[in-house]
Protein backbone atom coordinates (compact mmCIF):
# COMPACT_ATOMS: atom_id res chain seq x y z
CA UNK A 1 0.00 0.00 0.00
CA UNK A 2 1.42 3.01 -0.88
CA UNK A 3 1.55 6.06 1.35
CA UNK A 4 0.71 3.51 4.54
CA UNK A 5 -0.27 5.70 7.29
CA UNK A 6 -1.81 3.27 10.39
CA UNK A 7 -3.05 5.93 13.07
CA UNK A 8 -3.54 4.12 16.68
CA UNK A 9 -5.14 5.49 19.46
CA UNK A 10 -5.87 4.08 23.08
CA UNK A 11 -6.02 4.78 26.71
CA UNK A 12 -2.86 4.48 29.32
CA UNK A 13 -1.93 0.81 29.44
CA UNK A 14 -3.35 -0.43 26.30
CA UNK A 15 0.04 -1.12 24.73
CA UNK A 16 0.32 1.49 22.32
CA UNK A 17 3.89 1.65 22.19
CA UNK A 18 4.63 -1.50 22.15
CA UNK A 19 2.26 -2.99 20.31
CA UNK A 20 2.93 0.36 17.35
CA UNK A 21 6.63 0.00 17.07
CA UNK A 22 6.28 -3.42 16.40
CA UNK A 23 3.74 -3.15 13.84
CA UNK A 24 6.04 -0.75 12.50
CA UNK A 25 9.10 -3.18 12.19
CA UNK A 26 6.89 -5.97 10.28
CA UNK A 27 5.85 -3.33 7.79
CA UNK A 28 9.32 -1.95 7.27
CA UNK A 29 7.66 1.78 8.12
CA UNK A 30 8.53 4.55 10.39
CA UNK A 31 7.19 4.94 14.13
CA UNK A 32 5.86 8.35 15.54
CA UNK A 33 4.95 8.31 19.27
CA UNK A 34 3.17 11.56 19.75
CA UNK A 35 2.96 10.92 23.45
CA UNK A 36 6.69 11.13 23.66
CA UNK A 37 6.65 14.57 21.72
CA UNK A 38 4.19 16.02 24.49
CA UNK A 39 6.62 14.81 27.26
CA UNK A 40 9.12 16.29 25.45
CA UNK A 41 7.43 19.62 25.59
CA UNK A 42 6.42 18.78 28.98
CA UNK A 43 9.77 18.49 30.09
CA UNK A 44 10.77 21.55 28.82
CA UNK A 45 8.50 23.71 30.54
CA UNK A 46 9.59 22.00 33.70
CA UNK A 47 13.23 22.15 32.93
CA UNK A 48 12.12 26.37 32.65
CA UNK A 49 10.42 25.79 36.24
CA UNK A 50 7.44 27.48 34.44
CA UNK A 51 3.78 27.80 36.50
CA UNK A 52 2.13 24.96 34.00
CA UNK A 53 -1.59 26.53 35.41
CA UNK A 54 0.01 29.66 33.29
CA UNK A 55 -1.41 28.71 29.71
CA UNK A 56 0.15 31.81 27.85
CA UNK A 57 3.59 31.05 29.22
CA UNK A 58 3.41 27.42 28.59
CA UNK A 59 1.95 27.88 24.88
CA UNK A 60 4.93 30.95 24.18
CA UNK A 61 7.50 28.07 25.51
CA UNK A 62 5.88 25.22 23.66
CA UNK A 63 6.44 27.01 20.16
CA UNK A 64 9.18 28.40 21.05
CA UNK A 65 10.85 24.68 21.63
CA UNK A 66 12.67 23.02 18.95
CA UNK A 67 11.76 19.27 19.25
CA UNK A 68 13.43 16.44 17.25
CA UNK A 69 12.49 12.79 17.70
CA UNK A 70 13.40 9.56 15.78
CA UNK A 71 10.79 7.87 13.98
CA UNK A 72 13.34 4.54 13.95
CA UNK A 73 10.70 1.82 15.83
CA UNK A 74 14.49 0.26 17.10
CA UNK A 75 15.72 3.41 18.91
CA UNK A 76 14.13 5.92 20.52
CA UNK A 77 16.00 9.40 20.43
CA UNK A 78 14.30 12.59 21.88
CA UNK A 79 16.06 15.90 21.69
CA UNK A 80 14.53 19.32 22.98
CA UNK A 81 16.60 22.09 21.72
CA UNK A 82 19.78 20.25 20.84
CA UNK A 83 19.83 18.30 23.99
CA UNK A 84 19.27 14.59 24.41
CA UNK A 85 16.47 14.17 27.08
CA UNK A 86 15.16 10.33 25.52
CA UNK A 87 15.96 9.56 29.69
CA UNK A 88 14.55 12.21 31.06
CA UNK A 89 10.79 12.38 29.88
CA UNK A 90 9.89 9.01 31.14
CA UNK A 91 10.39 10.43 34.68
CA UNK A 92 7.86 10.71 37.26
CA UNK A 93 8.39 14.77 37.63
CA UNK A 94 7.61 14.72 33.37
CA UNK A 95 4.84 12.04 33.54
CA UNK A 96 2.76 13.65 36.31
CA UNK A 97 3.52 17.11 34.87
CA UNK A 98 2.00 15.98 31.21
CA UNK A 99 -1.57 16.06 31.77
CA UNK A 100 -1.03 19.75 32.61
CA UNK A 101 0.49 20.52 29.16
CA UNK A 102 -1.20 18.31 27.02
CA UNK A 103 -5.14 19.36 27.84
CA UNK A 104 -4.64 22.67 26.73
CA UNK A 105 -5.89 23.67 23.51
CA UNK A 106 -3.08 26.09 22.22
CA UNK A 107 -0.18 23.57 22.50
CA UNK A 108 -2.51 20.66 21.20
CA UNK A 109 -3.03 22.57 17.72
CA UNK A 110 0.79 23.02 17.49
CA UNK A 111 1.42 19.32 18.45
CA UNK A 112 -0.68 18.57 15.54
CA UNK A 113 0.61 20.82 13.47
CA UNK A 114 4.04 19.41 13.90
CA UNK A 115 2.97 15.90 13.98
CA UNK A 116 1.19 16.04 10.68
CA UNK A 117 4.23 17.35 9.02
CA UNK A 118 6.07 13.99 10.39
CA UNK A 119 3.92 12.04 8.59
CA UNK A 120 4.06 13.92 5.86
CA UNK A 121 8.19 13.78 5.67
CA UNK A 122 7.41 9.82 5.60
CA UNK A 123 5.87 9.14 2.53
CA UNK A 124 6.91 5.51 2.60
CA UNK A 125 4.91 4.86 5.27
CA UNK A 126 4.55 5.21 9.60
CA UNK A 127 2.87 4.23 12.42
CA UNK A 128 1.42 7.14 14.34
CA UNK A 129 0.20 6.26 17.99
CA UNK A 130 -1.55 8.69 20.69
CA UNK A 131 -4.79 9.57 21.48
CA UNK A 132 -6.14 11.77 18.84
CA UNK A 133 -4.44 10.36 15.91
CA UNK A 134 -7.34 8.42 14.41
CA UNK A 135 -9.64 11.30 14.26
CA UNK A 136 -7.45 14.82 14.29
CA UNK A 137 -4.00 14.28 13.39
CA UNK A 138 -4.28 11.51 10.89
CA UNK A 139 -8.34 10.96 10.30
CA UNK A 140 -7.75 9.98 6.49
CA UNK A 141 -4.99 7.56 7.15
CA UNK A 142 -6.48 4.51 5.22
CA UNK A 143 -5.95 2.15 8.76
CA UNK A 144 -7.34 3.49 11.69
CA UNK A 145 -7.42 1.65 14.78
CA UNK A 146 -8.67 2.00 18.58
CA UNK A 147 -6.15 -0.19 21.01
CA UNK A 148 -7.95 -0.39 24.34
CA UNK A 149 -8.05 -3.10 27.41
CA UNK A 150 -10.10 -3.72 29.91
CA UNK A 151 -9.28 -0.86 33.08
CA UNK A 152 -8.19 -3.62 35.20
CA UNK A 153 -6.02 -5.31 32.77
CA UNK A 154 -4.36 -1.83 31.53
CA UNK A 155 -3.51 -1.25 35.28
CA UNK A 156 -1.55 -4.41 35.58
CA UNK A 157 0.29 -3.88 32.27
CA UNK A 158 1.70 -0.75 33.59
CA UNK A 159 2.52 -2.44 36.85
CA UNK A 160 4.81 -4.81 35.23
CA UNK A 161 6.23 -2.03 32.84
CA UNK A 162 7.47 -0.11 35.97
CA UNK A 163 8.78 -3.45 37.43
CA UNK A 164 6.04 -3.34 39.99
CA UNK A 165 6.94 -0.41 41.88
CA UNK A 166 4.03 1.37 41.80
CA UNK A 167 1.15 1.24 44.56
CA UNK A 168 -2.51 0.75 43.58
CA UNK A 169 -3.14 4.08 44.15
CA UNK A 170 0.20 5.39 42.17
CA UNK A 171 -1.06 2.92 38.79
CA UNK A 172 -4.99 4.40 39.54
CA UNK A 173 -3.55 7.90 39.13
CA UNK A 174 -1.13 7.37 36.63
CA UNK A 175 -3.25 5.13 34.27
CA UNK A 176 -7.17 5.56 35.33
CA UNK A 177 -6.67 9.68 36.53
CA UNK A 178 -4.71 10.56 33.36
CA UNK A 179 -7.63 9.45 30.85
CA UNK A 180 -9.77 11.15 32.75
CA UNK A 181 -8.58 14.65 32.59
CA UNK A 182 -6.80 14.42 29.03
CA UNK A 183 -10.38 13.21 27.95
CA UNK A 184 -11.73 16.50 28.39
CA UNK A 185 -9.77 17.58 25.04
CA UNK A 186 -9.52 14.41 23.26
CA UNK A 187 -11.77 11.33 22.37
CA UNK A 188 -9.61 8.16 22.35
CA UNK A 189 -12.03 5.24 24.68
CA UNK A 190 -14.69 4.76 22.08
CA UNK A 191 -14.03 4.27 17.94
CA UNK A 192 -15.22 7.10 15.85
CA UNK A 193 -16.67 6.36 12.55
CA UNK A 194 -14.03 4.12 10.13
CA UNK A 195 -12.18 3.01 13.03
CA UNK A 196 -11.95 -0.14 14.22
CA UNK A 197 -11.30 -1.33 18.03
CA UNK A 198 -9.32 -3.70 18.69
CA UNK A 199 -9.94 -5.03 22.23
CA UNK A 200 -6.49 -6.97 23.67
CA UNK A 201 -8.03 -7.58 27.09
CA UNK A 202 -7.77 -11.31 26.51
CA UNK A 203 -4.50 -10.96 23.61
CA UNK A 204 -1.05 -11.90 24.69
CA UNK A 205 1.46 -9.55 22.49
CA UNK A 206 1.82 -11.39 19.25
CA UNK A 207 -1.97 -11.84 19.26
CA UNK A 208 -2.53 -8.31 19.31
CA UNK A 209 0.02 -6.86 16.77
CA UNK A 210 -1.45 -9.73 14.50
CA UNK A 211 -4.88 -8.51 15.03
CA UNK A 212 -3.77 -4.96 13.83
CA UNK A 213 -1.88 -6.03 10.97
CA UNK A 214 -5.05 -7.45 10.11
CA UNK A 215 -6.90 -4.18 9.99
CA UNK A 216 -3.95 -2.54 8.37
CA UNK A 217 -4.27 -5.71 5.45
CA UNK A 218 -8.19 -5.07 5.29
CA UNK A 219 -7.39 -1.34 4.75
CA UNK A 220 -5.28 -1.87 1.54
CA UNK A 221 -7.92 -4.02 -0.54
CA UNK A 222 -10.20 -2.79 -2.54
CA UNK A 223 -14.00 -2.17 -1.11
Request: charged letters at 20%; proline letters at 2%; aromatic letters at 4%.
Given at each position: ???????????????????????????????????AMYRALTFACVDAQLDLTDTAAVTAAVKEARVEIGTDPDHEKVMVNGADVTAEIRKPSVSEAVSAVAVILDVRAELIRRQQEIIADHPAGIVAEGRDITTVVAPEAPARILLTAREEVRMARRGLQLGGTQTSEDLQRQVVAR?????????????????????????????????????????????
Open positions: MENLVVAIDGPSGSGKSSVSKEVARRLGVAYLDTGDAKDSTVTSFTTAADGVVTVDSSDLDFEQTVQAVLSVVEAAGKPA
